[in-house]
C-alpha cells in the first residue's frame, strides 16, 4: 500500500497563496489517480480536488474552483496542491490521497474513492 506524507502547510492571510506538498513512497505512484481532502473543526472531511494518473485531467469542488490548482510530478511521486485567493474557511487539515479507481485518464471525483490517506497537515488562513 502507498504511503502518502503531506508537508508545506502554514499560517497565511486572506487573499494569499500558499502550495502544499504529498510524497508518496513506493515505484508505483504513476498507477494511482491522487488527490486532496480536507477537514475543518467540527465538520465532515471534504472533497477538495482529483487528478488523473497521467496527470491530464483534474476535477474540482466547486468551493475551490478556479482558486486551486492539482498537479503531479510522476518522476518525483509527488503530487501538489496551489492553493489561491486563500479565504477563512479554506482553514483546515489537508489530506493526501490515492485512489486505484478508473483508468489512466480518469481525476477522483469524491473522497470514497480514495484507499489510502496521509498523515494531513494544517492550513490556517487568517482574515
Known amino acids: 500500500q502507498v504511503q502518502l506524507v503531506e508537508s508545506g502547510g502554514g499560517l497565511v492571510q486572506a487573499g494569499g497563496s500558499l502550495r502544499i506538498s504529498c510524497v508518496a513512497s513506493g515505484p508505483t505512484f504513476s498507477s494511482y489517480a491522487m488527490g486532496w481532502s480536507r477537514q475543518a473543526p467540527g465538520k465532515e472531511r471534504e472533497f477538495v480536488g482529483g487528478i488523473s494518473r497521467n496527470g491530464y485531467n483534474t476535477f474540482y469542488a466547486d468551493s475551490v474552483k478556479g482558486r486551486f490548482t492539482i498537479s503531479r510530478d510522476n518522476a518525483k511521486n509527488t503530487v501538489y496542491l496551489q492553493m489561491s485567493s486563500l479565504k477563512p474557511e479554506d482553514t483546515a487539515v489537508y489530506y493526501c490521497?490515492?485512489?486505484?479507481?478508473?483508468?489512466?485518464?480518469?481525476?477522483?471525483?469524491?473522497?470514497?474513492?480514495?484507499?489510502?490517506w496521509g498523515q494531513g497537515t494544517q492550513v490556517t488562513v487568517s482574515s
Open positions: 490521497a490515492a485512489s486505484t479507481y478508473g483508468n489512466t485518464w480518469y481525476a477522483p471525483r469524491s473522497s470514497t474513492e480514495f484507499g489510502s
